[in-house]
């Protein structure tokens, strides 16, 4: 059991009370905190266990505060935001909930490949002002199209079979050659040639530092005219300006429910954009994402103060 607990930027609207008095019972002591206004530094002196919520500013100066920290446990797949040097320097394990939105966010890439190939939002427009003709503005269809996968994780595996259901060619970038992806025939390129082959971008790469700026601009500049481009990770992965600069000249578009990982500046750049698509955090906002990322959340703490840590990061 854990001495005392800090939960930061925990909301009681996210997770079910249930899971909460699960991870209330392996704590003897617990408290919240808001990263963003919160000064974590003087609240981590005598927490054993700090909780984060996705994008909570975990930083060296944080872990290095909390004298008697054993654990960090974030309630995402991504652990970006956590300092993972800082932890294993200190031999504390850091643990991620792997691949519970998986199923949701590739069905929200299949759907933000179809919204725009088929043009939903003009055609939604128009019926909506009592046009319901024939004269139809024609879509594109994704059957016999070739689809890149830039990142074939979880995600990127599960987005494939998917498309391959549709039809679709499959050719990805990975740092390892992936069975899943052998199963439908899929064909591993470099990250160059996935750009050039590809009708459409599926990014699903992980954000970190080797990753970071990976879809550089000779990339975004081999990336077919009229594709789309989906992102449901940090959009840190790309050349900003170069993605941009493609989009703003409505070369590709851009679908992604990320654009908070760029400062206000670039926010406000893109959602001028037409062709741009641009979402809230809606990737994982499932309900079975939901069920799952609880009890992976719980599954790690228990399996932590049980001495078999699993879903660790960095040691």
């Given amino acids: 059991m854990f001495k005392k607990a800090l939960f930061v930027d925990f909301h009681k609207f996210q997770y079910s009370d249930q899971m909460y ?28 266990a700090i909780f984060a919520f996705y994008g909570s500013p975990i930083t060296k100066e944080v872990i290095n505060s909390a004298t008697k920290l054993k654990y960090i446990g974030v309630t995402s797949t991504a652990y970006s935001f956590v300092d993972i040097d800082a932890a294993a320097k200190r031999d504390i394990p850091v643990t991620h909930t792997a691949s519970y939105a998986a199923q949701g966010v590739a069905e929200l890439i299949v759907l933000m490949f179809l919204y725009n190939l088929r043009n939903i939002k003009n055609e ?42 549709f039809g679709m060619e499959i050719v990805y970038f990975s740092r390892e050659e992936k069975e899943r992806m052998n199963v439908i025939g899929a064909k591993k390129m470099s990250i160059n040639d996935v750009a050039k082959n590809a009708d459409h971008i599926a990014v699903t790469l992980s954000l970190n530092k080797e990753t970071e700026g990976m879809v550089n601009n000779e990339v975004i500049s081999n990336i077919k005219e009229n594709a789309v481009v989906t992102c449901i990770s940090h959009l840190p992965l790309f050349d900003v300006d170069a993605l941009y600069e493609r989009v703003k000249n409505g070369e590709i578009i851009l679908a992604t429910d990320q654009i908070d990982s760029l400062n206000d500046e670039w926010f406000e750049k893109f959602r001028k954009l037409e062709d741009a698509d641009l979402y809230p955090h809606i990737g994982a906002g499932t309900v ?6 609880e009890e992976t959340f719980v599954s790690n703490i228990k399996a932590f103060l049980e001495n078999s840590p699993k879903n660790v990061v960095n040691l």
Avoid at 22 to 37: I, L, N, R, W
Avoid at 288 to 293: A, D, I, N, P
């Fill in 21 to 48: 008095d699960q991870v209330y019972k392996m704590c003897e002591k617990y408290t919240f905190a808001d990263g963003s206004k919160d000064n974590l530094v003087d609240l981590v002196e005598d927490v054993d």
């Fill in 124 to 165: 939604k427009s128009r019926i909506a002002s009592g046009d319901y003709g024939f004269e139809v503005e024609k879509g594109r269809e994704l059957g016999e199209k070739t689809l890149g996968i830039i990142g074939a994780g979880t995600i990127g595996c599960r987005v494939a079979e998917i498309c391959k259901g």
């Fill in 288 to 293: 079975e994402s939901t069920q799952r990322v």
